[in-house]
């Protein structure tokens, strides 16, 4: 493994007292915000739309018919951002016999002995999952959800397909309501992170605690004292 594998553009140490560690520049925040509230306005006119109980929620998007007009305009647009957003993150996200090991003292993180666990990366295998399962996911509720975009595909299939097409997007819009949830979690669960994508950057403490390895290749590089946190 390289060392730029584990490091992304933009990545580095800001010296001061006490140093930042840049995890995500600007542009990346933003296009990850896109992402975020595209999602979960999809997910807000979906279920308005799927289960009458909800219908209340289209009062977000002032009315049933604009729910209806606007949700499909809204999967083009969080398509659109998640492509530029996996352009990104799909190479910190390959899968590398580190995660195995990392995945292998998954207890240890859960029992709150992090210090146990295995050094990672820039991501862990946890992140990758979700980033992994979430690409999956979109394509299925774009295929599927092209089908069933009356207004403009309508004619094109048979009434059978677009029925299938139908369940996938009901199925696949669930499995990422899960997904999100464990990644919202996820975010909760370590302290920081939600700092890391909101201001971009995080402590070195942070960085030595839960990327380790990460740091450390950011230090050699910026050639600081580097191995120990600051
Ligand atoms: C309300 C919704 C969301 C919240 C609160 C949220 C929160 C966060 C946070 C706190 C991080 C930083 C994690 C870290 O650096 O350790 C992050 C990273 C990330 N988020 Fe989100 N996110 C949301 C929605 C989404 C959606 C819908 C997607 C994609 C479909 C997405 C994709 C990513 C990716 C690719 C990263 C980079 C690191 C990783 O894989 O965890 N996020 N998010």
Not at 71 to 83: D, R, T
Not at 116 to 130: D, L, S
Not at 167 to 184: D, P, Y
Request: charged share 15%.
């Amino acid at each position: 493994m390289t060392n730029n594998e584990l490091i992304e553009p933009g990545d580095e140490i800001l010296p001061g007292d006490p140093p930042r560690i840049v995890r995500y520049p600007p542009a990346v925040r933003i296009n990850h915000w896109i992402t975020a509230t595209a999602m979960v306005l999809l997910i807000l006119s979906g279920v308005a739309m799927f289960w009458p109980p909800l219908f209340f929620l289209t009062a977000i998007f002032g009315g049933g018919q604009w729910a209806r007009f606007l949700h499909p305009w809204i999967g083009v647009i969080l398509v659109v951002s998640f492509a530029i957003l996996a352009s990104r993150f799909w190479r910190g996200n390959l899968w590398l016999r580190a995660d195995l090991d990392w995945s292998a003292h998954i207890g240890d993180l859960v029992s709150g002995h992090e210090e146990r666990m295995p050094e990672i990366g820039k991501f862990n295998a946890g992140q990758k999952f979700v980033f992994w399962v979430m690409m999956l996911l979109i394509l299925a509720m774009l295929a599927s959800g092209l089908v069933i975009w009356q207004e403009y595909f309508g004619g094109m299939t048979s009434i059978p397909v677009q029925r299938e097409a139908l369940l996938v997007h009901w199925i696949g819009a669930s499995l990422i309501i899960l997904v999100l949830i464990l990644h919202v979690y996820a975010g909760i669960w370590v302290r920081g992170s939600f700092d890391a994508m909101v201001r971009g950057w995080v402590s070195p403490g942070w960085a030595w605690r839960h990327h380790r390895l990460w740091f450390r290749r950011l230090a050699g590089r910026s050639e600081s004292p580097g191995d120990a946190p600051v």
